[in-house]
């Protein structure tokens, strides 16, 4: 069965500190990797991933994909009160559509 | 540029009433897909259209029908309303000019219908 793991599902950190978010995924013909952030509103793009090895970086954001580990982090250093939400992980397959990760909500304390 | 926008907002409905909600997109694209989103279960996706005039079943598409008349709206139909499918909807486009596979590029989202079913 196809699915996309994310850990952890919820995390709380302080104002100021780097945190990781981790995806794994088993997917059949995997065409690419995306994360999204989702606060009280629709999902936002934040990164596709289609190659190995290569760091997608946006401001204090970035991510990288390991296409023979199945697996996917998402960076984000001196974290702000504004990076709290949930953040996606989805696997794109080819000649379907989109599988989600549950997400991680991620709190950011002052 | 709306973007994706979707009506209605918010939507109150008893067991057994039915409805259409609404996905409208300016941006030309060719795809478009219906989402539900339920606490701890992340998005999950219940049709999706790669063109005007086609639709296809996602991942929980019983209890909903779709339709894709005019290239820019998609619409959900829930014919008999039932508590289970009180949750939030979720309206997205992506454009694809590679062919018939799903697209891959980015998924634009509308701001949500948040519906409760009594």
């Known amino acids: 069965e196809d699915k996309v793991v994310q850990s952890p599902l919820s995390l709380v950190v302080h104002e100021g500190d780097t945190v990781t978010l981790n995806c794994s995924y088993e997917?059949?013909?995997?065409?690419?990797l995306l994360w999204y952030k989702q606060e009280k509103k629709a999902p936002t793009f934040l990164f596709m991933l289609?190659?190995?090895?290569i760091e997608k970086k946006s401001g204090r954001l970035s991510s990288i994909l390991d296409k023979k580990e199945l697996f996917s982090i998402l960076n984000i250093t001196a974290t702000q009160t504004g990076d709290s939400a949930v953040y996606l992980c989805?696997?794109?397959?080819?000649?379907?559509?989109?599988?989600f990760g549950k997400g991680t909500t991620l709190s950011v304390s002052s | 540029n709306a973007g994706v926008t979707q009506t209605p907002k918010f939507r109150v409905l008893k067991t057994g009433q039915s409805m259409t909600l609404l996905c409208a997109q300016d941006?030309?694209?060719?795809?478009m897909y219906w989402y539900r989103q339920d606490p701890g279960m992340g998005l999950r996706l219940i049709h999706y259209?790669?063109?005007?005039?086609?639709?296809a079943k996602g991942e929980v598409p019983d209890g909903y029908n779709v339709s894709r008349l005019k290239k820019q709206n998609f619409l959900l139909g829930l014919e008999s309303a039932a508590p289970s499918q009180t949750s939030v909807y979720f309206c997205?486009?992506?454009?694809?000019?590679?062919?018939?596979?799903?697209?891959?590029?980015?998924?634009?989202f509308g701001p949500g219908t948040r519906l409760t079913v009594l």
């Open positions: 941006m030309n694209h060719e795809y």
């Open positions: 989805v696997a794109n397959q080819a000649g379907t559509a989109l599988i």
């Open positions: 997205a486009s992506s454009y694809d000019a590679s062919g018939r596979t799903i697209s891959y590029n980015e998924q634009f």
């Open positions: 259209s790669v063109g005007e005039g086609t639709t």
């Open positions: 997917v059949t013909n995997f065409r690419s």
């Open positions: 289609t190659s190995s090895g």
